[in-house]
């Protein structure tokens, strides 16, 4: 047998190409195999022997040697030996694997060129988030499942278009076979061939942030696994057949109802996890994570007990990402209503920036899913919209769908309305309320992919989207983009939709009319009032409270016909409020919605061209112009002293409505 080479004396762990200079190249091989008896890499480059590229132990369980002049793209394993056996074993930490079945593959970090730099995530306050599953996003008519980065590349101008600002890809890492969720890690330092690797990752995520748009990815640290799982004995050791080995769990804690749970108290696994973190918002600029099923690696099962070394495996990823990355957005999915997970870790919280709130999509489809008007809960309405963790409202991601919610027995909220008639006029109009609530309430807005073009029936992997959809129900996209323009502040008139206040001052569960006020700082341009009907009544003279006096403004209806043709365009109509206090506020006003329908107001800021202040731009103004022609006065716009031409232009470009 030939003698094991030194150890390599270059960092890293895997399969790291060097190049030192000219004829000083090859591939520096690292694994952590405590239990062998001997480890060695064998590939194409050795004809796949055990024997001839033995590897050098390091003390501690590490294994290492250089192999001179192989280049990326070589295949490769690690012939693991205990005792007599010897195990054939993808790399631990193999960053691009031929299948999940296949053979790990070298692979060099530095070899996709980016063509976007200075990419920034959004302000959290203004995250428009789209969930997206890159094997069904799209699939072009006539080609095989799964869809590609490439292919869901072809679609970020339709997100763009839209509105959207951050994508949250349901996970990418290798998984068995080529059609999945994704919640099945087998390799998790390696990107889903099948998706098209890890270089087609990098291009997607250049595309999009060439866009303005963000792209987050999905963690699943809970458990590994359970199929195609060269990490389960990976080194041939476990206490037992039916447990895992070095990187899992050998007591109560082995197992979750998915797979085998990490072993969070092991300081090589701990390491594993929390690089793994770092990689995707390092190498892949990642703008943030989503960490799958976090209460399952904080705690046992569903009752517990506590995973003390869970909870501190989260603070310390947390923490990493936040030291070397601030401002990337890291979520949790515990669905525990648990404030502490989004507590930061100085106060012994897990430091997540936000997680999905749950407490607010139940209540909410519930609402607009309840066949009869009279069973729809205006307060649990009113609480869904309340709630907040820790008193911030960037704390929760809001949502009527993801993948979860519209799955697992479970439909598209369009498609539970009416089951096999998702594209009627009460699924369209109350599916949209949802959406207006989702885009309106506090917290950070989620849609789930193909919601903004009614797709039906249930999420499923072997189900692409239906891009014929998008056509036709291309009016109800434009609904969504009305709504994510509001939400953004694109027009400078709904800021108060993004800040940090919330009163839901009007609650008629007779009626079935919730109204609630959004601000930040108040005032023009701020101040929004959103009133919902979650009735099929309209009403044509409906009063609610106002919180400042003026003329408010329709920002948006949801009846109009430029959103549906077979709307009944009922007309909402500005507002003046009136001196009467009503539902705690100091002023009132009476409003027209129709039925199934969402009207969103605010004000504006006076006009100088407004010289009579009645929000219109006009001939009484220009009559007001005229009489000051030539002399000093309020038509004086240019403040050069003197009423005059340049003035009259003025006024007459900013003819009409005060927007």
């Given at each position: 047998?030939?003698?094991?080479?030194?150890?390599s004396?270059?960092?890293?762990?895997?399969?790291?190409p060097?190049?030192?200079?000219?004829?000083?190249t090859?591939?520096?091989?690292r694994?952590?195999?405590?239990?062998?008896?001997?480890?060695?890499?064998?590939?194409i480059?050795?004809s796949?022997?055990?024997?001839?590229?033995p590897?050098?132990?390091?003390?501690?369980?590490?294994?290492?040697?250089?192999?001179p002049?192989?280049?990326?793209?070589?295949?490769?394993?690690f012939?693991?030996?205990?005792?007599?056996?010897?195990?054939?074993?993808?790399?631990?930490?193999?960053?691009?694997?031929?299948?999940?079945?296949?053979?790990s593959?070298?692979?060099s970090?530095?070899?996709?060129?980016?063509?976007?730099?200075?990419?920034?995530?959004?302000?959290?306050?203004n995250?428009?988030?789209?969930?997206?599953h890159?094997?069904?996003?799209?699939?072009?008519?006539?080609?095989?499942?799964?869809?590609?980065?490439?292919?869901?590349?072809?679609?970020?101008?339709?997100?763009?278009?839209?509105?959207?600002?951050?994508?949250?890809?349901?996970?990418?890492n290798?998984?068995?076979g080529?059609?999945s969720w994704?919640?099945n890690?087998s390799?998790?330092?390696?990107v889903?061939?099948?998706?098209?690797?890890?270089?087609?990752?990098?291009?997607?995520?250049?595309a999009?942030?060439?866009?303005?748009?963000?792209v987050?990815?999905?963690?699943v640290?809970?458990?590994?696994?359970?199929?195609?799982?060269?990490l389960?004995?990976?080194?041939?050791?476990?206490?037992s057949?039916?447990?895992?080995?070095?990187?899992?769990?050998?007591?109560?804690n082995?197992?979750?109802?998915?797979?085998?749970r990490?072993?969070?108290?092991?300081?090589?696994?701990?390491t594993?996890?929390?690089?793994?973190?770092?990689?995707?918002?390092?190498?892949?600029?990642?703008?943030?994570?989503?960490?799958?099923?976090?209460?399952?690696?904080?705690?046992r099962?569903?009752?517990?007990?506590?995973?003390p070394?869970?909870?501190?495996?989260?603070?310390?990823c947390?923490?990493?990402?936040?030291?070397?990355f601030?401002?990337k957005?890291?979520?949790?999915?515990d669905?525990?209503?648990?404030a502490?997970v989004?507590?930061n870790?100085?106060?012994?919280?897990?430091?997540?920036d936000?997680?999905?709130?749950?407490a607010?999509?139940?209540?909410?489809?519930a609402a607009?899913?309840?066949?009869n008007d009279?069973?729809?809960?205006?307060?649990?309405?009113?609480?869904?919209?309340?709630?907040?963790?820790?008193?911030?409202?960037?704390?929760?991601?809001?949502?009527?769908?993801?993948?979860?919610?519209?799955?697992?027995?479970?439909?598209r909220?369009?498609?539970?309305?009416?089951?096999?008639?998702?594209g009627?006029?009460y699924?369209?109009?109350?599916?949209?309320?949802?959406a207006?609530?989702?885009?309106?309430?506090?917290?950070?807005?989620?849609?789930?992919q193909?919601?903004?073009?009614?797709e039906?029936?249930?999420?499923?992997a072997?189900?692409p989207?239906d891009?014929?959809?998008a056509?036709?129900y291309?009016?109800?996209?434009?609904?969504?983009?009305?709504?994510?323009?509001?939400r953004?502040?694109?027009d400078?008139?709904?800021?108060?939709l993004s800040?940090?206040?919330?009163?839901?001052?009007?609650?008629?569960?007779?009626?079935?009319?919730?109204?609630?006020?959004?601000?930040?700082?108040?005032?023009?341009?701020?101040?929004v009032v959103?009133?919902?009907?979650?009735?099929?009544?309209?009403?044509p003279?409906?009063?609610?409270g106002?919180?400042?006096?003026?003329?408010?403004?329709?920002r948006?209806?949801?009846?109009?016909?430029?959103?549906?043709?077979?709307?009944?365009?009922?007309s909402a109509t500005?507002v003046?409020?009136?001196?009467?206090?009503?539902?705690?506020?100091?002023?009132?006003?009476?409003?027209?919605f129709?039925?199934?329908?969402?009207?969103?107001?605010s004000q504006?800021?006076?006009?100088?061209?407004?010289?009579?202040?009645?929000w219109?731009?006009?001939?009484?103004?220009?009559?007001?112009?005229?009489?000051q022609?030539?002399?000093?006065?309020?038509a004086?716009?240019?403040?050069?002293?003197?009423v005059?031409g340049?003035?009259?232009?003025?006024?007459?470009?900013?003819?009409?409505?005060?927007q």
């Open positions: 047998m030939p003698a094991a080479a030194q150890v004396t270059r960092a890293g762990i895997g399969a790291i060097y190049n030192d200079g000219p004829g000083v090859g591939v520096t091989f694994t952590w195999a405590p239990n062998a008896t001997s480890v060695a890499v064998g590939g480059f050795n796949w022997s055990a024997t001839s590229h590897m050098s132990s390091e003390g501690n369980g590490w294994w290492s040697r250089d192999v002049l192989i280049q990326a793209g070589a295949q490769y394993k012939a693991i030996k205990r005792g007599t056996t010897t195990y054939w074993k993808n790399d631990a930490r193999a960053r691009k694997l031929t299948s999940s079945i296949g053979n593959v070298v692979y970090p530095s070899s996709y060129a980016w063509q976007s730099s200075n990419f920034q995530m959004p302000a959290w306050t995250v428009v988030a789209y969930e997206m890159i094997g069904t996003f799209n699939v072009p008519t006539g080609a095989a499942l799964p869809g590609t980065f490439a292919t869901a590349t072809a679609k970020l101008d339709h997100l763009q278009a839209l509105g959207v600002n951050t994508l949250e890809l349901m996970p990418i290798e998984f068995p080529d059609i994704g919640y890690p390799h998790p330092f390696s889903e061939s099948a998706y098209g690797g890890p270089d087609a990752l990098k291009a997607f995520v250049d999009a942030h060439q866009r303005g748009i963000a987050m990815g999905d963690a640290f809970n458990h590994f696994g359970p199929s195609d799982l060269d389960w004995q990976y080194d041939g050791w476990s206490t057949s039916t447990t895992g080995g070095i990187f899992f769990y050998e007591d109560a082995a197992n979750t109802p998915w797979g085998p990490p072993n969070y108290s092991r300081s090589e696994v701990r594993y996890i929390k690089e793994n973190t770092m990689m995707w918002l390092d190498e892949f600029r990642l703008d943030g994570l989503r960490f799958d099923g976090t209460k399952f690696m904080r705690m099962d569903y009752a517990g007990p506590d995973i070394d869970g909870w501190s495996m989260l603070q310390w947390n923490d990493s990402a936040d030291a070397q601030p401002g957005l890291m979520v949790a999915e669905l525990g209503d648990n502490w989004t507590k870790t100085g106060s012994g919280g897990a430091g997540f936000s997680q999905w709130d749950g607010f999509a139940y209540p909410v489809r607009l899913e309840a066949s009279s069973s729809r809960d205006m307060y649990a309405v009113r609480d869904a919209i309340n709630k907040n963790f820790n008193g911030s409202m960037q704390q929760r991601i809001i949502y009527t769908e993801n993948h979860d919610e519209v799955a697992n027995g479970r439909s909220v369009p498609e539970t309305i009416w089951p096999g008639n998702a009627s006029w699924s369209r109009k109350r599916s949209t309320l949802g207006v609530l989702v885009m309106t309430a506090p917290g950070i807005p989620m849609l789930f193909g919601q903004e073009f009614l039906d029936g249930y999420f499923a072997e189900d989207l891009w014929t959809k056509t036709t291309g009016k109800i996209t434009d609904l969504y983009r009305s709504l994510i323009r509001l953004r502040n694109l400078g008139t709904s800021r108060g800040g940090a206040y919330t009163n839901v001052f009007h609650v008629n569960n007779s009626a079935k009319v919730l109204g609630f006020h959004r601000w930040q700082n108040g005032g023009a341009g701020d101040d959103v009133l919902t009907n979650f009735s099929n009544v309209a009403y003279n409906y009063r609610v106002l919180p400042r006096g003026g003329l408010w403004k329709v948006f209806n949801s009846d109009s016909t430029a959103y549906s043709s077979d709307y009944g365009n009922y500005d003046t409020a009136d001196n009467s206090g009503y539902d705690g506020l100091p002023f009132s006003g009476n409003f027209r129709g039925p199934y329908t969402s009207v969103i107001f504006s800021a006076p006009s100088q061209f407004d010289l009579n202040g009645d219109t731009v006009g001939g009484a103004d220009l009559g007001i112009l005229l009489a022609w030539g002399g000093p006065g309020t004086d716009f240019n403040g050069d002293g003197t005059g340049a003035d009259i232009g003025m006024l007459l470009a900013a003819w009409g409505a005060v």
